[in-house]
């Protein structure tokens, strides 16, 4: 029988080790493709693909098992448990629409919203100006409740004062520029980095300290290739994945 092969990853040793594989082991399963074998390792070749002793991984392996995410039965081996959820794909496919569309279907609630100097490190998308509006919003499964990915959008002055916070509860940031704010996106250029969890957003979605997150910054530029809104959000990276679709023309 074929055995799931997880992800490799690069240990810290300053950090406990059971702990990195387990969660490297716990965003590998449920990333998982649907056709995926359910049947793990052995506890000897996890160790040996983690470069961790027998002990270390026996101790990664009951964090997951006390999770729910994998079964152990003896002489058997030890199977992933077929209703642990699969990441949902973040999709970039290349058009507002589909940025819109993938933005919608979770509730949102609007943490916070104020002038804010610009972020050092965004001083280049905001060359005119010392202050933007920061809007911080917490979205969630409309179905579960649970925390999917937090954000914060950092937006041009001149283009804030025509956002109502309610709109942000209502619908995403790119909806409300294009069709409430009547703003003309160009483009948008996205970056989507792995992160661990920091304290701020190991709060705000329910998930281990230094468990791995997708980090994704998106930047709409309007016809005249100013920046009107910098978007960084924090996904929770044992439900979503990142997928990109190009089309050859």
Known sequence: MTAFAPDS??????????????????????????????????EEQLAGHYGVSVLTMRQALKELEDEG?????????????????????????????????QQSGMSTRLLDHGTSPVPPDLAEHFPDGTDVMMYHRLR?????????????????????????????????????LRDVVGARISRITDTVEARLADPETARLLQVPLLSPILHYTGISYDEEGRALDVARIHYRGDRFSFTVTLDAD
């Open 140 to 176: 969630s499964d409309e179905g579960t409740g649970e925390p999917t990915n937090h954000a914060r959008n950092y937006v041009r002055p001149d283009i804030a004062e025509r956002i109502y916070p309610a709109d942000l509860e209502r619908w995403p940031m790119t909806r409300v």
């Open 9 to 42: 990853i690069v240990l810290n040793r300053k950090l406990p080790l059971w702990y990195q594989v387990s969660q490297s082991l716990r965003a590998s399963i449920l990333g998982r493709p649907e056709d995926a074998p359910l049947r793990l390792p052995t």
């Open 69 to 101: 995410l994998i079964s152990r039965h003896r002489r058997r081996g030890t199977f992933i448990e077929p209703a642990a959820q699969r990441a949902a794909p973040v999709r970039l496919l290349g058009s507002v629409d589909a940025i819109v569309a």
